[in-house]
């Protein structure tokens, strides 16, 4: 009998059911994980004690899924989320059942779980791993199932359609040929599922360890086109030239290519949809085909995309960013404005972001990346950034109140003459003194009355 190893905090939480005559049991992922050598101390639970019964037991309880039977336990500063053993009526409207029935059969209450390598529980009467479902055979196989009917399961929520491909990239596994098929069959229920949990799935699936895995099933299966039409639309766009892939596949192959390179989400999304305005801008070559402004276009469908995903603003921000710029083609002849300006562009705090994008890029196109401009150009920023060279208005020597001491209007030309003066030490840093920027600003601005 194999045996979970129960820490010493869930046994003592686990004396107050068992003493007052409950059962409880640890479920879902920590103990796939645990059968499979991955740390996992995300602990669930479910017991065969009512909320209300739950709530008598502690004296912390916080309700927050009671109507479904979940409440949350704090105890010795952790905090337990509990659910009653419960059947489910029928799923109407493909997220919520119409009602929920408590139960006092753990193999009834497992049977309803989304995949049979979920629906592990552990008795914390005695630490025995229960498999009903077949979960163990699955794990050896490498191998995502749906329990039972899996067209009921995914009518019962469509978002464990994206969960079945965010498990395959977590886990590099593959999924049964029946569950994918009702995938496909059952993919218009994605539909239903709030941006709020489609994004958190797909952010969790891009920072696995296997996004092509995941990515690959999504397209496979059909969800791309409902989830991120944007870049579904790169399918079957053949590129020519040096491109290998067509762009949607580029597009996943870098992504995948970003998982050695950063654990960033940004960085990581970014490398997805890099491409995604090629769909709207190519026109066709005999020997390659031309994306032009494929960039400014991918960063006008990032930020749609990233809105309608209910992103973060910091989010949105930042991967438009690295979208944006993506096509930026540094050589050894740059002088050291433009290093600055680029660098004004990007922000300095982005750079390395921006190279992680380009080389996982490259990486996809090629198998490698030759990183000895990078190299050059990150050496080149260092110099700039020790030189302590201004970068940005904040960085000059001078600020509006400066201006308007020496006659310079509050409003647009006073902004303008800020831009004018950046525009000046970014050529010349040695400009970048107050007496000099405000003789500069002077001429400025009798310049700007002799032409208004």
Not at 429 to 449: D, F, G, M, R, V
Request: proline share 2%; net charge negative.
């Amino acid at each position: 009998m194999q045996q979970f190893p129960i820490p010493s905090v869930i046994r003592r939480f686990s004396k107050q059911f068992i003493e007052a005559g409950f059962s409880l049991y640890i479920v879902g992922g920590a103990v796939r994980d645990y059968l499979l050598g991955i740390q996992n101390e995300d602990y669930d639970f479910t017991t065969d004690a009512k909320p209300e019964e739950v709530m008598h037991l502690f004296k912390a309880v916080i309700p927050t899924g009671i109507d479904h039977g979940t409440v949350t336990v704090r105890f010795e500063k952790h905090s337990f989320e509990v659910t009653t053993f419960r059947s489910e009526g029928s799923y109407q409207d493909g997220r919520h059942p119409s009602s929920v029935t408590f139960i006092s059969n753990l193999a009834e209450d497992l049977k309803r779980r989304d995949f049979t390598i979920n629906a592990f529980a552990v008795d914390l009467h005695d630490s025995r791993i229960i498999d009903l479902n077949g979960g163990k055979e699955d794990l050896k196989h490498r191998t995502i199932r749906a329990i039972g009917d899996a067209r009921k399961r995914f009518e019962e929520d469509g978002l464990r359609i994206l969960r079945a491909c965010r498990f395959a990239g977590k886990l590099n596994f593959r999924i049964d040929e029946d569950t994918l098929k009702a995938m496909h069959d059952c993919r218009a229920n994605l539909r239903n599922v709030s941006s709020e949990r489609i994004r958190d799935e797909l952010f969790t699936l891009v920072l696995s360890d296997h996004p092509k895995v995941g990515l690959t099933y999504m397209r496979e299966c059909g969800i791309l086109e409902i989830i991120l039409p944007e870049l579904a639309a790169g399918d079957q766009i053949d590129q020519k030239g040096m491109h290998h892939e067509d762009v949607l596949s580029h597009a996943i192959s870098t992504c995948q290519a970003s998982v050695a390179l950063t654990d960033r989400l940004e960085v990581r999304l970014a490398a997805l949809l890099h491409d995604i305005g090629k769909s709207e801008v190519m026109e066709e070559g005999p020997e390659r085909n031309t994306f032009y402004n494929h960039d400014l276009v991918g960063e006008k469908l990032t930020i749609e995309l990233m809105k309608r995903l209910k992103a973060s603003n910091e989010q949105i921000r930042l991967v438009s960013l690295l979208v944006r710029h993506h096509m930026f083609s540094y050589q050894s002849n740059w002088s050291d404005s433009a290093v600055r300006r680029f660098l004004t562009r990007v922000g300095k705090e982005h750079v390395g972001m921006l190279f992680s994008l380009r080389i996982a890029d490259q990486i996809a196109i090629h198998g490698k990346a030759d990183i000895s401009l990078l190299e050059e150009l990150e050496q080149r920023i260092k110099c700039i950034l020790d030189a302590q060279d201004a970068l940005s208005i904040k960085d000059l020597a001078v600020n509006g109140n400066d201006l308007m001491q020496v006659g310079i209007p509050k409003g647009r030309q006073l902004g303008k003459t800020l831009e004018y003066l950046l525009d000046t030490v970014l050529d010349d840093p040695k400009q970048n003194t107050k007496e000099q920027l405000l003789k500069i600003a002077k001429h400025y601005q009798s310049l700007s009355n002799l032409t208004s």
